[in-house]
């Protein structure tokens, strides 16, 4: 199975809404933040491994207390994506923190303001 395939699509996509649904509803640690979401999956093609982008909105302490209480909780939610998705390996879950909606949102405030301060020049 290549990469790109259209089911590792398929497979991207399901563990993504899982693991989604895992997080938000299943998982009572104290350390995850209550707007955690999962921004992406890339399952390996052998189905053996997978990365798990993860978006925290809060500050820097919450996204690495969240990542924290997520890789203590990896065996549980690698069991709970066991029953919930039907595949022949369950996949190792690493979770890595994405901070590209951040830097999104940096950039447009910074653009804003170039246009502003030019509309002030005029």
Same mark, same amino acid.
């Given at each position: 199975? /290549?990469?790109? &395939?259209?089911?590792?699509?398929?497979?991207?996509?399901?563990?993504?809404?899982?693991? &989604?649904?895992?997080?938000?509803?299943?998982?009572?640690?104290? /350390?995850?933040?209550?707007?955690?979401?999962?921004?992406?999956?890339? @399952?390996?093609?052998?189905?053996?491994?997978?990365? *798990? #982008?993860?978006?925290?909105?809060?500050? $820097?302490? *919450?996204?690495?207390?969240?990542?924290?209480?997520?890789?203590? *909780?990896?065996? #549980? %939610?690698?069991?709970?994506?066991? /029953?919930? @998705?039907?595949?022949?390996?369950?996949?190792? %879950? /690493?979770? %890595?923190?994405?901070?590209?909606? $951040? #830097?999104? @949102?940096?950039? &447009?405030?910074?653009?804003?303001?170039? %246009?502003? &301060?030019?509309?002030?020049?005029?």
């Amino acid at each position: 199975m /290549r990469k790109n &395939s259209i089911k590792n699509t398929r497979i991207n996509g399901e563990v993504q809404k899982e693991l &989604s649904t895992i997080i938000q509803n299943e998982i009572k640690d104290p /350390r995850i933040a209550p707007m955690t979401s999962v921004v992406a999956v890339e @399952v390996a093609p052998d189905l053996k491994t997978c990365k *798990a #982008y993860i978006s925290v909105l809060g500050d $820097e302490k *919450a996204a690495a207390d969240t990542l924290a209480g997520l890789k203590s *909780a990896e065996g #549980y %939610i690698r069991r709970q994506l066991a /029953r919930s @998705v039907n595949l022949r390996n369950t996949p190792e %879950i /690493r979770f %890595i923190l994405d901070q590209s909606i $951040e #830097y999104g @949102v940096n950039m &447009s405030r910074l653009i804003d303001d170039v %246009i502003s &301060s030019d509309q002030e020049k005029q």
